[in-house]
C-alpha cells in the first residue's frame, strides 16, 4: 500500500460526517417542530465526536458551528428559557467536549503522521538503495520485498522475484553444504529456505559469505547480513537479508594474497640466501630457508639470532677487514639503492665460502630497510677453476702436439734431405765402379753392384712414400665440388695411354660430384684404380669399374676389377701402411698406396673397406661426408 | 769472349765427386767452383777472405746451389746474392734433394731461375747435370 491510497481511505470520516450531519439536522428540525427537544439534543453529540476525532482542528470549528446551528434552531423553535438555560449550557458542554476531543485526536493524528512519514521514507530508502539488496521475506521464504539493489545485483526484477523464495537465486551446493553443518550444529535437520535463516532465528543475527547466482548465470560473492523482522508485538513475521556484492573486493583479495603467495613462494624456495636486515644495528630481521641453509642454522629463529658481523670471516681477500669493508659495502648500497659485490661468507660451522651479494635499500611504509641477496658461488668457482685446468691442460696438450707436429715436419724434411742423399752416394759410386772397373770384377761381382742399385731405388721409393703419406696428412684442404667421374676418366685415359697394349675395358659411372679436395681425391683415385690396373696386369683382359651404390641412404662409391683380387683374411692389413699381401715378384710396390688411400678418405670424414677374392678380383668402397 | 764457368755451392763431397763426374761423363769441360759452404759462398761473391783480390766482374754462367749447407744455407745465400747489386742477376739454379712444396715455394720467392730435384739414380742425376749444363753454359744468353 502507498502513501497516497492511505489517504484515499480518510475520505470516508468526511462522507460519514456530512451525511450523519444531514441527517440529523433533518431530525433535529423534524423532533424541534414537535417539541422533542430531548431526543434532537443528544443527536448533535455524533458529529462533533466523528469530526474532532477524524479533523482535529478542523473538525473542532464545524463542532462549534454545528453548536451554534444547534443553538439557533432552539431559539427558532422555542421561547421557554428554561430550554433556553439548558440548550446554552448543552453548547457549552458541546464545545468543552469537542475541545478535550479535539487536544487528543490532534495529538493522535500527529503521531501517526509521523509514523505515516517514517515508515514511507523507510520504504523509499530501502528500494532506492541500489547499492545494497535488501530483500524481506515473509516467514515461509516468500519475497515480499525486493529492493533496486537486489535488482541491479541479481539481474531479476521484483515482479519476476515476488512469492520465489531467495533460495531460488542461491548456489544450489551452498544450501546444501550449509544445511549438513546446520542440522549436525543445531540438531534438527535444516534445509531448503531454513538455511538462510535458521542461525539468525536462533541469535538474532547471522553474517554470511554466500554465492548468488544472478539471471545470465554468472556467481557473483555477497556478504548477507539475515535479521527477523517482528510486529510491534514482538512475533517474527518475517525475515530481511542485506547483501553487499563482494566479489570485487574478495578478487582484489585473492590478487593480493596470490602476489603474496608468489613472493613468499620466492622468497621460500628461492636457491639464494635472502635476508632483511634493520638499520641501525642492521640484525636480520627475516631469512629464507636457503639462508638458513648456506649459513647453517638450526632454524629461523636460530637465524635471526646471529649476528651478521660473525658471518664473515676476519679478513675478505682483500685483506681488508670484513667489518669495516661490510660497513662501506652497505653505505654504497644505502647511497646507490643497491649494490652488487663479492664476498667470502663464513657459515655457522665456521666453513668459509665466496658468494655474490647482492645489497637493495628497501622502502616500506616510510620504514627503510636492507634485503640482501647471497648465492653460494663455490660451486661455480669450483667449475670455473675445473675449466680453468682444462683449457690450461688443453693449452699444454695443443702445444705439445704442435711440437710434436714440427718435430714430424722437421723429421720428414730431414727424410726428404739427409736419407736421400746418402742413397744417391752408393747408387752413384756404385754406379761408378760398374762403369770404370768393370773389367776388374767377374759376373757376379757385377750382380752385387747391381743389387745395391736396386736397393737404392726401392729404398728411394719407399722414401718417397712414406713423404707422401706425410704430406698428405699434413696438407690444408681445401674443398671444392669434384668430378670424380672427370677424374676417374683421366686417370683412365693415363693409364691407357702408358700402356696401350693391355686390354682393359674401363666403366665409369657419369657425374658422381662430391665436396673435397680435389688434390686429395685424385691421389686417393688414383692410388685405388692404379691397384686395379696393376693388379689385373697378369690377366689377358680386364674390366675396371667406378660406380655409386647406396648403403643406408649413404652414397658409396666403389672401385672394383677382375684381377688378382685378396683373401679376405688379410683384409684388415690391407690399409696398414708397408703391408703387403704380394711379393715383389708377383706385383712390385711399396705397401704404401692403400694407406694413403685410407688418410685421404679419413680426413674427408669417410671410411673405406674391402671385398675380395684370390683370383676373382677385389672391390674398394668409400664414402665422403 | 769470356771464360764460361759455373759455381757449385754443395757440402757433400760424394755429391761435389758425382756432380763433377757427371760433368765429366757428358764431356762439359768448363770450369767448375766448389764452394763448401754458405760462408764460403759469401766471401767468394764479395772477394772477401780466402777470396780476398777477386776480380768480381768474373761472373759464373750459373750458381748450382744446395738448400741444406752449414752455417749460411741455401735459401739464405740466395737472399744475399739477390741483395746484392753485383751477384742480383746472376742465375740460381737451387739443386736439392729436398721436394718440398715449401722449399719450392721460398726458392722462387727469393729469386731463383730454376729448381731442380736431384734424382737418387746416378743415370738420372747424370742426365739433369747433363741437361742443366748444356742449357745454362751453351743456350742460356748470361748477363753481360
Known amino acids: 500500500m502507498t502513501y497516497k491510497e492511505q489517504n484515499k481511505s480518510n475520505q470516508w470520516p468526511i462522507i460519514g460526517l456530512v451525511f450523519t450531519t444531514l441527517v440529523i439536522f433533518v431530525m433535529s428540525t423534524y423532533c424541534f417542530s414537535t417539541g422533542w427537544f430531548i431526543v434532537h439534543q443528544n443527536l448533535f453529540y455524533i458529529p462533533i465526536v466523528i469530526s474532532c476525532m477524524s479533523f482535529g482542528r478542523k473538525g473542532f470549528v464545524f463542532s462549534v458551528f454545528i453548536a451554534g446551528a444547534y443553538l439557533s434552531l432552539t431559539l427558532y423553535f422555542t421561547k421557554d428559557s428554561t430550554i433556553l438555560l439548558q440548550a446554552f449550557t448543552r453548547v457549552l458542554v458541546f464545545v468543552i467536549i469537542a475541545g478535550i476531543i479535539t487536544f487528543l485526536s490532534i495529538k493522535r493524528i500527529r503521531m501517526e503522521e509521523k509514523l505515516l512519514n517514517m515508515s514511507a521514507q523507510l520504504k523509499s530508502v530501502i528500494n532506492s538503495s541500489s547499492q545494497v539488496s535488501i530483500i524481506a521475506t515473509d516467514l515461509s521464504g516468500k519475497i515480499v520485498t525486493f529492493n533496486s539493489g537486489a535488482e541491479r545485483l541479481l539481474g531479476y526484477s521484483a515482479e519476476e522475484m515476488m512469492d520465489k523464495t531467495p533460495v531460488f537465486y542461491h548456489l544450489e551446493s551452498e544450501i546444501t553444504q550449509r544445511g549438513r553443518e546446520l542440522t549436525k550444529e543445531l540438531g534438527y535437520p535444516v534445509e531448503g529456505f531454513e538455511v538462510l535463516t535458521a542461525y539468525a532465528k536462533k541469535s538474532g543475527h547471522e553474517t554470511r559469505e554466500w554465492t548468488y547466482v544472478r539471471k545470465d548465470g554468472s556467481h557473483l560473492i555477497v556478504t548477507i547480513a539475515v535479521t527477523p523482522v517482528c510486529n510491534d508485538a514482538g512475533e517474527t513475521t518475517g525475515f530481511m537479508g542485506v547483501a553487499t556484492d563482494v566479489t570485487e573486493r574478495k578478487k582484489a583479495e585473492e590478487t593480493l594474497r596470490d602476489s603474496e603467495d608468489k613472493y613468499r613462494g620466492l622468497f621460500v624456495s628461492s636457491h639464494d640466501a635472502i635476508m632483511t636486515l634493520d638499520p641501525p644495528s642492521w640484525r636480520f630481521t627475516s631469512g629464507n630457508p636457503a639462508a638458513i641453509e648456506m649459513f647453517k642454522a638450526k632454524n629461523e629463529a636460530e637465524f635471526l639470532s646471529y649476528d651478521p658481523w660473525k658471518l664473515s670471516p676476519e679478513y675478505q681477500p682483500d685483506r681488508r677487514p670484513s667489518g669495516e669493508k661490510a660497513k662501506e659495502m652497505i653505505e654504497t648500497a644505502m647511497r646507490k639503492g643497491s649494490h652488487l659485490f663479492d664476498w667470502t661468507h663464513k657459515r655457522a660451522n665456521g666453513e668459509e665460502f665466496s658468494a655474490n651479494v647482492l645489497l637493495s635499500r628497501i622502502e616500506q611504509r616510510g620504514k627503510i630497510f636492507l634485503q640482501a641477496i647471497v648465492r653460494d658461488i663455490t660451486e661455480q668457482k669450483k667449475a670455473e677453476e675445473e675449466l680453468e685446468a682444462m683449457t690450461l691442460d688443453l693449452q699444454r696438450k695443443t702445444e705439445l702436439l704442435e711440437l710434436s707436429n714440427k718435430e714430424l715436419e722437421a723429421f720428414s724434411y730431414s727424410v726428404s734431405h739427409d736419407l736421400r742423399a746418402p742413397l744417391r752416394s752408393i747408387d752413384g759410386f756404385s754406379k761408378a765402379i760398374l762403369e770404370d772397373y768393370s773389367d776388374k770384377l767377374d759376373e757376379q761381382g757385377r750382380n752385387y753392384l747391381g743389387r745395391v742399385c736396386a736397393a737404392c731405388q726401392q729404398m728411394a721409393q719407399l722414401i718417397e712414400d712414406m713423404l707422401t703419406l706425410s704430406r698428405i696428412n699434413r696438407s690444408e684442404m681445401r674443398h671444392t665440388q669434384v668430378d670424380l667421374s672427370a677424374l676417374a676418366k683421366s686417370i683412365a685415359d693415363e693409364f691407357t695411354q702408358n700402356e696401350p697394349q693391355r686390354k682393359v675395358k674401363f666403366v665409369i659411372a657419369p657425374s658422381a660430384m662430391v665436396t673435397g679436395d680435389k688434390q686429395l681425391l685424385g691421389i686417393m683415385l688414383h692410388n685405388l684404380m692404379g691397384n686395379a690396373w696393376k693388379f689385373t696386369g697378369k690377366h689377358p683382359s680386364a674390366r675396371i669399374e667406378f660406380g655409386i651404390t647406396k648403403k643406408e641412404e649413404t652414397l658409396v662409391y666403389f672401385v672394383a676389377d677382375d684381377g688378382a683380387g685378396f683373401d679376405m683374411k688379410y683384409a684388415d692389413k690391407l690399409f696398414c701402411a708397408f703391408q703387403r699381401l704380394h711379393t715383389p715378384d708377383e706385383f712390385e710396390g711399396t705397401g704404401i698406396g692403400l694407406a694413403i688411400v685410407q688418410r685421404i678418405v679419413s680426413r674427408h670424414m669417410g671410411k673405406v673397406w674391402a671385398q675380395g677374392e684370390v683370383e676373382k678380383g677385389a672391390t674398394f668402397y668409400f664414402t665422403l661426408v | ?144
Not at chain 2, 767468394?44 to 752455417?71: C, H, M, Q, T, W
Not at chain 2, 721436394?99 to 731442380?116: A, H, P, Q, R, T
Open chain 2, 1 to 144: 769472349m769470356q771464360k764460361q764457368f759455373l759455381v757449385l755451392v754443395e757440402d757433400r763431397p760424394d755429391d761435389i765427386d758425382l756432380t763433377l763426374r757427371a760433368f765429366k761423363k757428358n764431356n762439359i769441360a768448363n770450369e767448375v767452383v766448389i764452394l763448401r759452404d754458405g760462408v764460403e759462398a759469401l766471401d767468394y761473391f764479395s772477394a772477401r777472405g780466402k777470396y780476398a783480390g777477386r776480380d768480381l766482374n768474373e761472373r759464373p754462367a750459373v750458381i748450382l746451389l744446395d738448400i741444406k749447407l752449414p752455417k749460411v744455407n741455401g735459401l739464405e745465400l740466395l737472399k744475399h746474392l739477390r741483395a746484392d747489386e753485383r751477384t742480383k742477376l746472376i742465375p740460381v739454379v737451387i739443386l736439392t734433394s729436398s721436394k718440398e712444396g715449401k722449399d719450392v715455394i721460398s726458392s722462387y720467392e727469393l729469386g731463383c731461375n730454376s729448381y731442380v730435384h736431384k734424382p737418387i739414380s746416378f743415370e738420372e742425376f747424370s742426365e739433369v747435370v747433363k741437361n742443366l749444363g748444356l742449357y745454362w753454359l751453351l743456350l742460356n744468353e748470361p748477363t753481360p
